[in-house]
């Protein structure tokens, strides 16, 4: 059954990136009951569903909340074992308490443990109340505002003009989803387009937080890094955004550039040569073969 998300919609929707997905994918932290169906190569392919985000999502919760993702991947597979009844485990995990370790689930009208055993809701004690993660409706609609002004913003950062709205317009996206990294850098971008460049950093340094291998957010640092002077945590991003994209052309160019600024030629040579295999006829072109030459 193909699912109305791809890949990167779920990436860009819930600030987790493809290659953290897939890695969950693979060690069976989401997978065997349809909340990540496909193989790792098969999952641009067949898609997902809303399900599958609202299982993303209840990861990000509970490692927001302090449960580790061991605990999390253990009670996933202890739910599956003793209590197999439950449909869509992940997505139906909680915490029992704030700053707890301690996971449950609601099932047949109670709170079932991963090990099958049923425990006591005391409502009526704040301290043992358990925590409940936000409704599918809830999530959606969150997800769906985030994306709407997060759109509305794309509109407007372009022109200076309407700078101000289109911060505005990101600010109330990550408002309705904090972890929303395409906003963070976009955020920034502007903020950078304004020369406010310690919030310009915040935001880049935010989007990294929730997604490290953002290309455009390790890209923005870096070229802030280098305009810094601070060229070997110039370099570091650089690196990052390119091992997130290895066919991004622009990206070898700027190694190369910086590579050559801190007196490294035979290393900025293999980004040129780099960038030529992929962009013989690019901007850059005459560029590096001079340099090549040279």
Known sequence: MVGNYTLRDVARITGVSRARLRYWERTSLLASDGELRAEAAELERSGFEFGDLVAVRSVLSLLDRGVSLRRIRKSIAALRENVPEVQRPLGSLRQ????????????????VEPNGQFVLDFSGDPLRTPVTLRSDAETFQSEQSAMDWFEQGCKLDSNRATYAEAIEAYQTA???????????CNLGSVYYNQDRLANARTCFERA???????????????TLFEEEGRFQMALRHYKVALGADSLAADTHVSLALLYEKIGLRRKAREFWQRYLQLEPNGTWGETARRRLES
């Open 174 to 184: 990550l408002e309705c989803d904090p972890t929303f990294a395409d906003a963070h």
């Open 96 to 111: 029992w308490t704030d700053g707890s370790p301690r996971v449950v689930v609601s099932y047949d009208g109670g709170l």
């Open 208 to 222: 990294v937080a929730y997604e490290p291998m953002h290309v455009e957010a390790n890209l923005n640092l870096a």
